[in-house]
């Protein structure tokens, strides 16, 4: 169910009217064309395996291109049950978490 919402969720924040300046067309193209190529999953399909080993609610999402290591990456900051807030990035191809910033500490995988 908690997944359900957040998805629910964020397609109520994506389907908000928003200004939209030519750089971010930009990216938007960019992040679609990554998709139809299979560079990167689907977004629903992400946050569906990220909620079952990292559950909590999304506040923010941000897919990059890492160029230095030649993949995208979908930066996450989750709030969970208990209050804690978690920052992850994942690999946008595959889902795996690649890194974990709690507050205080950092845990790389």
Known sequence: MA???SLLAIAAVAAAPLPVRADDRADHDRARAAVQAGEVMPLPALL???QRTHPGQVL???LERDDK???WVYEVVL???DGQRLK???DARTAEVLKVK???GERAR
């Open 88 to 90: 992850l990035d994942v």
């Open 48 to 50: 569906e395996r990220l």
């Open 102 to 104: 709690r507050r205080g």
């Open 60 to 62: 923010e999402l941000e």
């Open 69 to 71: 290591a030649g993949r």
């Open 79 to 81: 709030l969970q049950a």
């Open 3 to 5: 997944a359900a919402a």
